[in-house]
Nanobody, 118 residues
């Protein structure tokens, strides 16, 4: 059974920092691309950052220079360090694991709430 479990969300003030974690089980973690996505209330889910199995990264323009995605294959965990948080970063953040080889093979976590107060 595949599980992705996010943690690290919470309430933080404007300009603060949080570190999200997503621990995976049931997959060969090192072979999967990993990503963080977010969905604000009333909006569509959007991609925030992704990291490949070879540590290539990609970021949404809105978070470049503030967020950093990383992975630890030994711990089956992907992280996202979020600095200089803004109220517009408020959303439920989801972790996604997807195969770079098999189209459509993907798994999602249950999400963690991040709230940034102004």
């Amino acid at each position: 059974q595949v599980r992705l479990v996010e943690s690290g969300g919470g309430l933080v003030q404007y300009g603060g920092s949080l570190r999200l974690s997503c621990e995976a089980s049931g997959i060969i973690f090192s072979t999967y691309k990993m990503g963080w996505y977010r969905q604000a209330r009333g909006k569509q889910r959007e991609q925030v950052a992704t990291i490949s199995s070879t540590n290539g990264t990609n970021y949404a323009d809105s978070v470049k220079g503030r967020f950093t995605i990383s992975r630890d294959n030994a711990q089956n965990t992907v992280y996202m360090q979020m600095n200089s948080l803004k109220p517009e970063d408020t959303a439920v953040y989801y972790c996604r694991a997807y195969s770079p080889i098999i189209a459509g093979l993907e798994y999602w976590g249950q999400g963690t709430q991040v709230t940034v107060s102004s």
